[in-house]
């Protein structure tokens, strides 16, 4: 983008273990003087924390013709561009064939009691996950799911980079994570399955990941030209060849592991109301982790 623009950009990340978080907080923290011009969030849910606060500009790009109305704002608030699912990365050497588990419920089935791993909650793209199940399945049955989990001993590990390794490594014999770790574990050798749960059900959490315009950026047409490559099929392409993406506007399925998005039966949620549970539950996941 900056050989072809001429604009430098100045990308700050957040950390694994506070991914979206507390670049989320800061621009909110900023919301008077804003600093940021774009904000390209690992998952939609976040953004909506923005939204809702009246900071976001919407911006319809010319480029983003081809992604899918599911995944993008009609009033261009927010655009998606790729994305990934949450999936089962499963052990092959300490699951049999006939055993492989197919629904994230089997995270806690009795005889896999201390055998599972999910990233922390607090965190990430799994704080997405469990949010999107208090929105589609309500909190009683939500929260049901979750002690069931704690009783089933589940690891509870640091990011789904680390379930990777749990997994990989055979610590344990499956654990929830992002198609973008499966594929690294299968690009590094590892014997493992990925299975895109619940297929036969509610469906498997597909997120794309989001970009906005910050309102009042000091800089919006420059964001508004960033965005556009952001959303080009070109920069898609780039994600689900190389990093382990699922491409939302072009038919490509990148890396062999990696299923096309018409081969996918999604969970349907409503990316606002999970935004809304995602604030809401905090200080019950701070709980259930054993923090308060």
């Known amino acids: 983008f900056e050989a072809s623009s001429a604009i430098e950009v100045q990308p700050l990340f957040d950390t694994e273990e506070t991914k979206s978080t507390g670049l989320v907080n800061r621009l909110i923290a900023e919301a008077d003087h804003p600093q940021a011009d774009v904000f390209w969030s690992g998952d939609p849910a976040r953004v909506f924390l923005l939204v809702e606060r009246g900071l976001v500009e919407p911006y319809v790009s010319p480029a983003a013709t081809s992604i899918p109305e599911a995944f993008k704002a009609a009033d261009g608030s927010w655009t998606g561009v790729a994305g990934r699912v949450r999936v089962l990365l499963v052990n092959r050497n300490r699951v049999k064939p006939g055993e492989i588990p197919t ?12 055998q599972t791993a999910i990233a922390n909650p607090l965190f990430g793209t799994t704080t997405m996950h469990v949010a999107a199940w208090f929105a589609a399945w309500g909190d009683s049955a939500a929260t049901a799911f979750l002690d069931t989990l704690r009783a089933n001993d589940v690891r509870i590990a640091s990011s789904n980079g680390e379930v990777k390794r749990l997994v990989t490594s055979g610590e344990v014999a499956f654990g929830l994570t992002d198609t973008d770790d499966a594929n690294e574990a299968i ?36 964001g508004r030209q960033l965005i556009d490559y952001i959303v080009s099929p070109d920069v898609e392409r ?35 109301k999970v935004a809304d549970a995602m604030e809401r539950i905090q200080p019950w996941l701070r709980g259930w982790v054993g923090l308060e």
């Open 103 to 114: 629904s994230v419920r089997d995270l806690a089935d009795p005889r896999w009691r201390g």
């Open 238 to 272: 780039s994600l689900a060849d190389r990093a382990g993406y699922m491409a939302l506007g072009t038919p490509r399925t990148g890396l062999p592991s990696i299923r096309s998005v018409a081969a996918v039966r999604a969970m349907q949620v409503d990316y606002a």
């Open 187 to 222: 690009s590094g050798g590892a014997n493992v399955a990925v299975v895109y749960p619940d297929q036969d059900g509610f469906g498997a959490l597909v997120m794309p990941t989001v970009v906005v315009l910050v309102r009042g950026s000091p800089h919006p047409e420059a």
